[in-house]
């Protein structure tokens, strides 16, 4: 008989912001197979005879293709009874959820999804922002800044990143940033527009910037740290202005500092 996956979504990585099923079910778990981003502190809730396994993929460092990736998972499930993939953030966003679920639908395995946290919206709540703002950001839009390769897409719509209307969060961009902000302020978003750069949101290492678009694609452009990212960008400050939320944010880069020592 085969088991039972349960795709856990674990969030940004604090585990106080788990939800109280994703426990349940890592509590319960006999294979728990994690991403890098998905661990640490996260797997505490683990049981103690519950096997766990690193799955995870990051850029630039050696990781497990994602066909084994889905191997490993059949594998389990046709063997042990509770099975749990446990993703970072929401599993639904760029975490190549798809792919897994074909796997076991070929199988015939069961399984279930558990939402969690969006890293996008762990980012705005830690800079104090919210996403959606009345009159001046009425929309929301996430885009990868990597496709397969890990180079820029190719094909984008330029009209929706580039409209200064929107709150745009960009994931696995710090490397192409320079050039998607070039191709931004092409299609006419102004250089000054607000911009946040959120490093290893949810964890201990936590920093905010604050910055403008043509600022931190320079910055980017010189150096960048290998820390998980993510990219915001859009009327992030009450007024639409940059200045505003450079002064915003400078205050709550401080505080957000103070609450992780």
């Given at each position: 008989?085969?088991?039972?996956?349960?795709?856990?979504?674990?969030?940004?990585?604090?585990?106080?912001?788990?939800?109280?099923?994703?426990v349940?079910?890592?509590?319960?778990?006999?294979?728990?197979?994690?991403?890098?981003?998905?661990?640490?502190?996260?797997?505490?809730?683990?049981?103690?005879?519950?096997?766990?396994?690193a799955?995870?993929?990051?850029?630039?460092?050696?990781?497990?293709?994602?066909?084994?990736?889905?191997?490993?998972?059949?594998d389990?499930?046709?063997?042990?009874?509770?099975i749990?993939?446990?993703?970072?953030?929401?599993?639904?966003?760029?975490?190549?959820?798809?792919?897994?679920?074909?796997?076991?639908?070929?199988?015939?395995i069961?399984?279930?999804?558990?939402?969690?946290?969006?890293?996008?919206?762990?980012a705005?709540?830690?800079?104090?922002l919210?996403?959606?703002?009345?009159?001046?950001?009425?929309?929301?839009?996430?885009?990868t800044?990597?496709?397969?390769?890990?180079?820029?897409?190719?094909?984008?719509?330029?009209s929706?990143?580039a409209d200064p209307?929107?709150?745009?969060v960009?994931?696995?961009?710090?490397?192409?940033?320079?050039?998607?902000?070039?191709?931004?302020?092409?299609?006419?978003?102004?250089?000054?527009t607000?911009?946040?750069?959120?490093?290893a949101?949810?964890?201990?290492?936590?920093?905010?910037?604050?910055?403008?678009?043509?600022?931190?694609?320079?910055r980017?452009?010189q150096?960048?740290?290998?820390?998980?990212?993510?990219?915001?960008?859009?009327?992030?400050a009450?007024?639409?202005?940059?200045?505003?939320?450079?002064?915003?944010?400078?205050?709550?880069?401080?505080?957000?500092?103070?609450?992780?020592?």
């Open positions: 008989m085969s088991g039972f996956v349960s795709f856990v979504s674990a969030g940004p990585g604090d585990p106080e912001l788990l939800t109280l099923k994703a349940d079910r890592l509590q319960r778990a006999d294979v728990i197979l994690f991403d890098d981003l998905a661990s640490g502190p996260i797997l505490v809730h683990a049981g103690e005879r519950a096997e766990l396994i799955v995870g993929k990051r850029a630039g460092r050696l990781s497990p293709k994602q066909d084994h990736v889905s191997r490993l998972l059949v389990h499930a046709c063997a042990a009874t509770r749990v993939r446990l993703k970072s953030g929401d599993s639904g966003i760029f975490g190549r959820l798809e792919e897994e679920l074909r796997a076991l639908d070929a199988a015939g069961d399984y279930e999804i558990i939402p969690g946290v969006p890293s996008a919206c762990a705005a709540a830690a800079a104090g919210p996403l959606t703002r009345r009159l001046t950001a009425r929309r929301v839009q996430f885009v800044g990597a496709d397969i390769t890990g180079d820029l897409p190719e094909v984008l719509n330029w929706a990143l209307g929107a709150t745009t960009v994931f696995m961009g710090k490397r192409t940033f320079p050039r998607l902000a070039a191709q931004l302020q092409a299609h006419g978003l102004p250089g000054e607000p911009a946040l750069l959120a490093e949101v949810g964890h201990p290492e936590q920093h905010l910037l604050r910055t403008t678009v043509s600022a931190l694609a320079e980017l452009a150096s960048r740290s290998d820390q998980p990212a993510l990219i915001l960008y859009g009327p992030l009450p007024d639409g202005s940059a200045k505003s939320a450079l002064e915003e944010g400078s205050k709550l880069d401080a505080a957000r500092r103070v609450a992780f020592t």
